[in-house]
């Protein structure tokens, strides 16, 4: 057996004791020290998901370290998703680690011999970049909901009453459409949460808000037809448009939301429309009235279709959220879709649109010739969790959370970063924008800060046309006030110690 065998068999306990070397005469904190060697452990597959950890007790006493320094460390690599925290049990290496590649969102590019391979929109598709989009609560991933303040109680016994009601009909497959209790329950739901007023035959369950917006692109344009995206927009919609052979149309957004005027004057017989109009995703900027009512008119003079994509419009940070747009199309040309991974938690993948009335029959079918149907017990599950009350209560609590955790971003900011880099308040969502001098390499930044233990994304793999602003993309709702101020901190050294690239 070699030297490298033998280490690797030995207990976790004796690796990590091994792994960890403190330099007392380095200008370093040796909480620092003691955050970077458990995290280096962990990267270097020393330390494996589940292994549990030696007390702070322990570690303190081995290492010659004030306990509180050893516990300070702890929870800084708890709130980055490296370590969880287990009541009466200490601490273990968390089962599913965050994403640590240095580059963070790079693309992964294809072999020139598999690229030869694809077809024209394939090799289209794969060259699109998308932001970080990890599931797991890492410091300033956008679009993660706080799983650590998720009712698990509360979905436990949904899933357990639901297996138990149900029984064997859970096992078969389920309308195409969805469970009928499950959009109902959506149906009932959307009237005063959202003011819109629809029946659950409009309502059709889906696995996410990509895969609502493909199917609709497939249905309502041919290829070689043209598709207003914001600008800067949503990665996952731009992929799915792309797909579909839609020629996208850039649109501009401003502090009033998507430009409709633009979008007229640069392609008025476009056949759809994508807008984010309660939050758009990145900016964070609201649709005004003035502009969703002629939106609403141009796709009833033009024939064009709204895709709405409604993807946090709950979370309302200052007083109640706006009315969605759908709720004022009487001309029925909105598409309206809502999602369920970011209400409630990633791992559900159930999200839903609305329908207007008359197209139902053409989505009914084209479901089954793809998917044929959604999984049936987690439907259930939420079925029986909305009619509870228990929905509603969680998104209660979550807009309170989301306040006070964005204001931690905010005060973070203020005492961190203020001076390099520009980041305002939200009256909606999960994140905040912060824009840097025009020009800069933010990608570059976001590459660095990775390794900080930081995961916001860069601002400029947003636009899909020339003209980028540079910025970070920051998630703040997944982790808790204390965590967020720790990661503004190492925010605000990362970029003293950061000569800006111009790009």
Not at 61 to 73: D, F, H, K, P, S
Not at 421 to 437: E, F, K, N, V
Request: glycine share 10%.
């Amino acid at each position: 057996m070699t030297a490298l065998a033998r280490r690797r068999s030995r207990q976790p306990r004796a690796v990590l004791l091994d792994q960890l070397t403190l330099d007392r005469r380095a200008k370093t904190p040796l909480q620092r020290q003691l955050y970077e060697g458990l995290r280096a452990a962990i990267l270097a597959g020393w330390l494996k998901p589940g292994d549990k950890l030696p007390s702070s007790r322990a570690l303190a006493g081995e290492l010659e370290l004030g306990r509180n320094t050893v516990i300070a460390a702890l929870e800084h690599l708890v709130a980055e998703g490296y370590v969880e925290s287990r009541p009466g049990a200490g601490h273990a290496v968390a089962p599913a680690l965050p994403e640590a590649a240095p580059e963070g969102d790079a693309p992964v590019l294809a072999s020139p011999a598999a690229d030869r391979q694809l077809s024209r929109r394939g090799r289209r598709l794969s060259a699109l970049q998308s932001g970080p989009d990890t599931a797991h609560p890492a410091l300033f991933t956008p679009g993660v909901p706080a799983l650590d303040l998720f009712p698990t109680d509360a979905w436990r016994r949904a899933l357990a009453r639901a297996a138990r009601i149900w029984g064997t009909r859970l096992l078969t497959p389920s309308d195409p459409l969805g469970w009928p209790e499950l959009r109902a329950a959506i149906a009932a739901y959307l009237g005063p949460a959202r003011g819109l007023s629809c029946t659950p035959e409009q309502v059709m369950i889906l696995g996410s808000a990509r895969q609502a917006v493909a199917l609709a692109a497939q249905l309502l344009a041919d290829p070689g037809e043209r598709a207003w995206l914001e600008e800067p927009g949503f990665i996952g919609a731009r992929a799915s448009l792309s797909s579909a052979g839609i020629d996208i149309v850039p649109v501009p957004v401003d502090q009033d939301g998507l430009d409709v005027a633009a979008g007229i004057a640069r392609a008025p017989d476009a056949r759809l429309a994508y807008v984010s109009p309660s939050h758009q995703y990145p900016l964070g900027t609201r649709l005004s009235l003035a502009r969703r009512l002629a939106l609403i008119d141009w796709a009833q003079a033009s024939g064009g279709w709204i895709i709405e994509d409604d993807y946090d419009g709950e979370f309302s940070l200052a007083g109640r959220p706006l009315t969605a747009l759908a709720g004022l199309d009487r001309a029925h040309r909105v598409l309206y879709i809502g999602t369920f991974s970011k209400s409630l938690f990633p791992g559900l993948r159930l999200g839903y649109m609305v329908l207007p009335a008359d197209l139902v029959p053409a989505f009914r079918s084209v479901r089954v010739m793809s998917d044929g149907h959604p999984p049936t017990l987690s439907q259930a599950a939420l079925a029986d969790f909305i009619a509870s009350g228990a929905f509603t209560a969680h998104i209660r609590r979550m807009r309170r959370a989301y306040a006070e955790r964005q204001a931690a971003m905010l005060a973070g900011a203020q005492a961190h970063v203020a001076d390099r880099l520009i980041l305002r308040p939200a009256a909606a969502g999960m994140h905040l924008t912060g824009l840097l001098p025009p020009g800069t390499d933010d990608v570059g930044l976001v590459r660095r800060l990775r390794l900080s233990g930081l995961y916001p994304g860069a601002l400029s793999r947003y636009y899909f046309g020339p003209g980028t602003q540079a910025g970070l993309v920051m998630g703040f709702a997944a982790s808790p006030p204390a965590a967020i101020e720790v990661g503004m901190r190492r925010l605000g050294e990362a970029l003293e110690n950061w000569t800006p690239t111009v790009v």
